[in-house]
Every structure is written in C-alpha cells, then in structure tokens.
C-alpha cells in the first residue's frame, strides 16, 4: 500500500475564524466516520493569519472514488454547507477543487 | 510515546525558488540522518508561491534536547548555511525560531 501524502490551502474568513476553530474543535461524529471510510488518515489543520493548511494520508487504492463516496454522503454535505461560508478558495486552485492542492518541495519518512 | 505534530512556514525568496527545491530533490544523506537521529518522522515541505509549509512528528521525549544536537550537528549547519540565505522568516515567529510554528485547528488520526 502506498499512502499518497497531500496538502492543501485555503482562506478562511477573518470575521469567521473564531467560528471555524470552535466547530473544529468538536467536528461531528458522522463526518469524522465518513473520512475515515473514505480511507483519509492523520488528516490536520493548521492556521496561519486568515490561511488554512492542511496535511493527510490517502490509504486507499481509489483517491477520487473516495472522494466521491466523501462528497455523497449526507452528513458530511451538512457540514460543508456550513464550513463552505466561512472559507474562500484560492485563486489558482484546480478544476473541481475547493481547498487548493499544493505541491511537494521535500519529504523523508 | 506521543507523537507531537508540528506545522511550520516560512518565506522563500522567489528568485530561488528553483535552486532552493533543486537541492531538495537531493538533501544531503548526512542532513537526513541527523533528522531521524534526532527523532523527527515524517517531515514533509510543501509550497504555495513563496510560501513553504513544512509538516513533521516528533517522536523523541525531549524536543528541545535533540532540536539542540540537530543544531550542533556540522553537516545541518553547512546545510543551513546554504538555505537560509535562500528563505526569509516570517515577522511574528516566535523567539528564536527560523520557520514559524502555526497552531493546529483540527486532527484526526
């Protein structure tokens, strides 16, 4: 199994902020389930000013089956409905995406 | 043992973006074994435009301990001696650091 590594940007309203760390800090069951199922793993957030980085693992064998499976489930479109707001995408990111994915300088295990 | 992410950012001067992701394609071997001797795991750089994001574990007991003997190490700083001129740290960092430490919003493993 190779786990692909990626990160990804994205802004965060700077009137929201507050907002968006609370609900961060008790993300719903069914959300974290759905991430889980669609094999995403040590899945992070940081923050620095009004951008958002964040850093996973895809463990599984099929990225945009599961993102798919991800996009389809319910809870997780309630909690997009109510994150999406408080976000805004980056000019540059690629077709199809929300947070913009962006590329590897380095890594060791 | 806990493991403690860390995620970090700095600036890279965009007239050496190459050079600096040029080296990176192949870090030193003395550089990398310092970075697993002092317990760092998995360490990865991304880049947004002039932006670095570094992300890595910690799986040591005493953080500050082997961030000392990494900064001792001759072959770490012949490295550093190289890149940090090719970076240019962020304003609000905290003291006595190079790359700036960003909080983290979420986690899930």
């Known amino acids: 199994m190779v786990v692909r590594r990626q990160a990804q940007v994205i802004r965060v309203r700077p009137e929201r902020i507050d907002e968006y760390e609370a609900i961060h800090r008790e993300v719903w ?3 974290l389930a ?20 964040s850093y996973f693992e895809y463990a ?5 089956a599961d993102m798919a499976v991800m996009a389809a489930d319910p809870v ?4 997009w409905k109510l ?27």
Chains 1, 2 share one sequence.
């Open 34 to 53: 759905t991430i889980e199922r669609c094999n995403i793993r040590n899945y992070s957030i940081y923050r620095m000013g009004d951008l958002l980085f």
């Open 83 to 109: 994150t999406e707001p408080m976000q805004e995408p980056l000019e540059g990111r690629g077709d199809g995406e929300w947070w913009m994915t962006i590329p590897e300088v380095f890594h060791t295990d």
């Open 76 to 79: 997780t479109q309630e909690w």
């Open 60 to 64: 599984g064998e099929d990225y945009e």
């Open 29 to 31: 069951p069914g959300v």
